[in-house]
């Protein structure tokens, strides 16, 4: 599906991944509301309740830093229901160390005026995840 015959909530949410993926953070920020809150699961010094664009800036900026610039995500799909609300579903790609990544991951989005204002992230193995990020 071409951009332009995309909803706009899933144009938005493409908009934030190639945003990521070229490290264009103020790109990204300029993506989310002022309050805008990222959701990390598991039990791993990135988990918990990311508050605030700053802070949830920090948190990717992070995730590059300590892949040592190597993590990207591949969009696999983009659903929305015309409310506000988007899910995507990706493969994580990362390096730590001596230690490689590769997962599939989903984020649900709330989406308030054009603006990302919340990001549920999920995982395929919390676990997996866990022990890299550790």
């Not at 990311?50 to 993590?71: D, P, Q, S, W």
């Not at 730590?96 to 989005?109: A, H, N, P, Y």
């Amino acid at each position: 599906m071409s951009e332009q015959s995309e909803h706009p909530d899933a144009a938005l949410v493409r908009r934030g991944y190639a945003a990521f993926n070229s490290g264009d953070m103020a790109a990204l920020a300029s993506l989310m509301t002022a309050d805008v809150i990222h959701h990390v699961p598991g039990g791993n010094p990135l988990s918990g309740h990311h508050k605030g664009r700053e802070n949830v800036i920090g948190l990717y900026e992070r995730i590059g830093r300590e892949t040592g610039g190597t993590a990207s995500v591949e969009v696999e799909c983009v659903l929305v229901d015309g409310r506000g609300h988007a899910m995507s579903v990706h493969v994580f790609r990362g390096d730590r160390g001596d230690r490689g990544l590769e997962i599939r991951q989903g984020l649900f989005f709330t989406i308030v005026g054009g603006k990302i204002t919340d990001i549920d992230e999920c995982t395929a193995d919390m676990g997996e995840e866990d022990r890299f990020w550790a």
